[in-house]
């Protein structure tokens, strides 16, 4: 998922995170969300942040449920232009 936000006069510097997390029951895509994902979109707009927060949680849900597989490859960019999200 690609975002094309507008981030207001707030600068946000360019950030970048590659990692993989270990999916299961007792995998918690919202402890993913606030440890590792949400402190790179410091300085968006809040409704540009609920909207990845959304994004991610049912991408990172779906791969939890549905994939079999035993890991998530994640990454994260985040530009003063886009925000890409892939899992």
Request: with cysteine; proline share 3%; charged share 15%.
């Given at each position: 998922?690609t975002?094309?936000p507008?981030?207001?006069?707030?600068s946000t510097?360019a950030?970048a995170?590659?990692?993989?997390?270990e999916?299961?029951?007792?995998?918690?895509e919202?402890?993913?969300?606030?440890?590792r994902v949400k402190?790179l979109?410091?300085g968006?707009?809040e409704?540009?942040?609920?909207?990845?927060?959304y994004s991610?949680?049912?991408?990172m849900?779906?791969?939890?449920?549905?994939s079999g597989a035993p890991?998530?490859?994640?990454r994260?960019?985040v530009?003063?232009?886009?925000?890409?999200?892939?899992i």
């Open positions: 998922v975002f094309s507008t981030l207001g006069s707030q510097s950030s995170a590659d990692f993989i997390e999916l299961g029951p007792e995998f918690s919202a402890d993913v969300w606030v440890q402190p979109l410091a968006c707009q409704n540009v942040v609920l909207l990845c927060e991610f949680t049912e991408m849900n779906n791969a939890n449920d549905h890991h998530a490859s994640v994260v960019e530009t003063e232009e886009i925000i890409s999200i892939e």
